[in-house]
């Protein structure tokens, strides 16, 4: 059989044969008909064609390798590079660290009685999270009945769990265990000291105050507080999540230092006596304030220092800052007449007035604008210029003044410690006002020389006494007379300056005519003690009042020495506004009166046994 002959073959095309059989790989061929066009195939089924497992096993590994490359790296962070600082961070929350308070040192008198001393005492602290509800009203009761505190306000303390520590109160160690004993969990008690003051006001504006952090906030308790305070200690422990200190852990420890002890020149029973006196007269004469020095004049240490009123350390915290002053030597005061003894220094160490030089002394006298008048009404006198010292004449001092010249005057008040502090080392120490002699004005000229229109404080006004009784020779006053070494033994402290001012001859005329004031015929007899010969002088000086502004008051004072020819204590009263008199003379005298008359037997110093010399006050005598 022929194949069958489609006609000439077509040369650019090329014939696809038939594959054999009944179906090829499309399926059979039908035709409908010579020449017409083939039907689509079918579309062919999808066929899942499944990814080379190697392939994703590689894809996996590597993504596992950069992940572990995280971790790892994140890893050396931490334990390597990181580690100190972690490790560091935490320590810190794992050590606990507590400070050991130092026992601060204490403040004694000259013969080692405490004025202040530190006592040791238990603070009462609970910790809320560790009581638990059903405890808290027992524990508040508890705590409120042991301490003296408010039951609600301890409940409500006890209930903010949000704290781990608060401080109830504070105890004696025997109260301390009392409260332990109980038993509450929460409630422990932490070592503490707190600043006593056994003698209450005694001295308190000098001693001062302690703060709740245990320094000093003022007098000696803030000046010498580096050397009282004393170094604290530290220790460093590790403690766990529930406080409880972890064993066998490593732990540091600093000891404290304690603070040294300061004591003072003070006398514990002369300062109570002087104290009670200045007290006593400031209520009586219904004074605003008044003070009280008493000083050694061989040694320049003050022996007692007083004001009214005065600080009672047990209770300071109820008080005003005005009430912290020590006024002795922070309120400054225009002296007055215990000025003029520095004027008769003045003309007796210039040798332009000698004391039995006469002068006539009229009731008033002009300076410059102002009529200035005597002490005292009184018709025209000759008096002495011992005379002059000893009835306290203003004018007679100006014209003694007059003879020596303002320049003079003027380095004599200085050399007398006017204008300077007067170096005792006390809290607010002031140093008064001494004006260039070439600023004071024409009635200055004349007032300065009996004591106005210069402004002092009483501790300076006591350390010209004491110049006067020491032969001339002035002694920085001093109220610490040494601290305790390291072994608990007593330091002296250092000599306190010593200035020669005047000439022993100044000094003893002018005690002679101190005495002289202090005779029936002076302003100062109100000051004279049996047995003994004393010295001393008056002063009435108006007082400038800054609520008037201006002079509406009064400062009287009295200063003196005894026994007046072998001087051994110098006493100064003086007392600010009074309203019921107002001459030295009548009010503070008795105050030296008492006071001095108290130190001399308490210190047994004897009367000398002589009699004073003979003095002329007026001429013709």
Not at 223 to 229: E, F
Not at 345 to 353: D, I, M, N, P, Y
């Amino acid at each position: 059989m022929r194949e069958r002959d489609d006609g000439p073959a077509d040369p650019g095309r090329t014939t696809r044969k038939q594959p054999a059989g009944p179906a090829g790989p499309r399926g059979p061929v039908r035709r409908t008909g010579e020449g017409a066009p083939p039907r689509p195939p079918a579309r062919a089924p999808m066929v899942l064609h499944l990814g080379n497992p190697g392939r994703r096993i590689s894809i996996g590994l590597i993504a596992m390798t950069f992940v572990l490359s995280v971790f790892a790296g994140r890893l050396v962070q931490l334990q390597g590079l990181d580690s100190k600082v972690y490790m560091a961070e935490a320590a810190r929350q794992r050590v606990q660290e507590e400070r050991i308070p130092a026992r601060r040192g204490s403040i004694t008198d000259v013969n080692g009685h405490e004025l202040a001393l530190t006592v040791e005492v238990r603070e009462i602290f609970v910790d809320p999270l560790e009581v638990t509800p059903a405890k808290r009203a027992q524990v508040a009761a508890m705590l409120a009945a042991e301490l003296g505190k408010p039951k609600e306000w301890i409940a409500a303390e006890i209930a903010d769990t949000g704290k781990r520590y608060v401080p109830i109160g504070t105890v004696d160690p025997i109260h301390a265990q009392k409260v332990l004993a109980h038993g509450f969990k929460g409630v422990g008690s932490r070592h503490e000291y707190r600043r006593d003051y056994p003698g209450g006001d005694l001295a308190g504006t000098l001693i001062g105050f302690v703060g709740d952090d245990g320094g000093g906030l003022s007098g000696l308790e803030l000046v010498h507080d580096k050397l009282l305070a004393g170094r604290d200690g530290q220790q460093s422990i590790e403690t766990g999540r529930d406080g409880q200190r972890i064993p066998m852990t490593r732990s540091t420890r600093r000891q404290p230092v304690e603070g040294r002890d300061v004591r003072l020149t003070i006398d514990r029973d002369v300062q109570w006596a002087a104290q009670q006196a200045i007290a006593e007269q400031v209520a009586e004469t219904g004074a605003r304030t008044g003070s009280v020095i008493v000083m050694d004049v061989q040694t320049g240490q003050v022996v007692a220092i007083a004001n009214a009123p005065e600080l009672d350390l047990k209770d300071w915290a109820k008080t005003s800052a005005e009430s912290w002053v020590n006024r002795a030597v922070a309120d400054v005061f225009e002296p007055g007449s215990t000025n003029k003894v520095i004027t008769a220094a003045a003309a007796l160490e210039s040798g332009a007035v000698r004391p039995e030089t006469v002068f006539t002394v009229a009731d008033d006298i002009r300076c410059a604008d102002k009529v200035l008048r005597d002490s005292h009404p009184h018709p025209t006198e000759r008096l002495t210029f011992s005379g002059v010292v000893a009835t306290s004449s203003n004018v007679g001092t100006i014209l003694a003044a007059q003879k020596v010249g303002d320049e003079k005057l003027h380095e004599m008040l200085r050399r007398f410690g006017f204008g300077a502090k007067p170096g005792a080392g006390l809290y607010r120490e002031e140093a008064g006002l001494l004006p260039p002699w070439k600023e004071w004005s024409g009635s200055q000229r004349c007032t300065i020389a009996y004591g106005q229109g210069v402004s002092v404080t009483a501790l300076q006004t006591a350390s010209v006494y004491q110049t006067i009784a020491n032969g001339g020779v002035r002694i920085a006053p001093s109220v610490v007379a040494g601290t305790t070494g390291a072994d608990g033994s007593l330091v002296p402290a250092a000599p306190a300056k010593r200035t020669r001012v005047v000439g022993e001859r100044t000094a003893r005329e002018v005690s002679l005519m101190l005495e002289a004031a202090v005779s029936a015929e002076g302003t100062g007899n109100l000051a004279s003690i049996e047995g003994y010969r004393v010295a001393g002088k008056t002063g009435t000086a108006m007082r400038y009042d800054a609520a008037c502004q201006g002079y509406c008051g009064y400062t009287a004072t009295f200063a003196g020495f005894a026994p007046a020819d072998k001087p051994r204590l110098v006493v100064l009263a003086v007392i600010q506004d009074p309203r019921k008199g107002h001459y030295g003379g009548e009010i503070a005298a008795p105050v030296f009166k008492k006071v001095m008359t108290f130190a001399l037997k308490s210190r047994k110093i004897p009367p000398t046994g002589t009699e004073p010399p003979a003095v002329r006050i007026r001429a013709g005598e």
